[in-house]
């Protein structure tokens, strides 16, 4: 039996907490404060002063809720792992710059950079490595496919 090395802990490790982190928090602001009451409450509401259009508000405010719940999800399982984490860093780099919009010296180290710090070891890190994955076991489905060709005898 080959049994996963620490570095495929590791992943695991972080891939998870990461994954917990964001998904929480879309499970939140999904199913107890909904997409739009997210949007009104720290998009809207907030930035209601600045340059950005009303529509962008609210389009932003509604899907972040829902990136952070699908892709939180994906990465806690480890599927579609790559775009999921990129989906995040997305959403990471929009917080980021609506804190900064309002706040120039806004204390961002609080929530984003160890959010940041986590998907950018679990991002660089070599994807054949996270074998405790749902990618990983697809991965070595098809390595075992690929090697053992099924007869059609």
Do not use: Q
């Not at 002063?49 to 939180?72: N, Y």
């Not at 806690?76 to 710059?97: H, Q, Y």
């Not at 180290?109 to 749902?134: A, F």
């Amino acid at each position: 039996m080959n049994l996963p090395r620490d570095r495929a802990w590791a992943i695991f490790f972080c891939r998870a907490i990461l994954g917990f982190i964001f998904f929480m928090a879309g499970v939140y602001k999904c199913f107890v404060m909904t997409p739009f009451g997210h949007a009104r409450h720290f998009f809207v509401g907030p930035y209601a002063d600045t340059f950005l259009p009303r529509w962008s508000l609210w389009a932003t405010g509604t899907v972040v809720p829902l990136v952070e719940f699908i892709a939180g999800a994906f990465v806690l399982v480890g599927f579609k792992t790559r775009p999921a984490l990129l989906s995040l860093g997305a959403v990471l780099v929009l917080v980021t710059f609506g804190h900064l919009l309002k706040e120039p010296l806004y204390e961002f180290h609080t929530h984003v950079i160890p959010r940041l710090g986590l998907l950018t070891v679990v991002l660089l890190l070599p994807r054949e490595e996270d074998t405790i994955s749902v990618d990983g076991l697809l991965r070595s489905r098809e390595r075992a496919r690929l090697t053992f060709p099924r007869s059609h005898d």
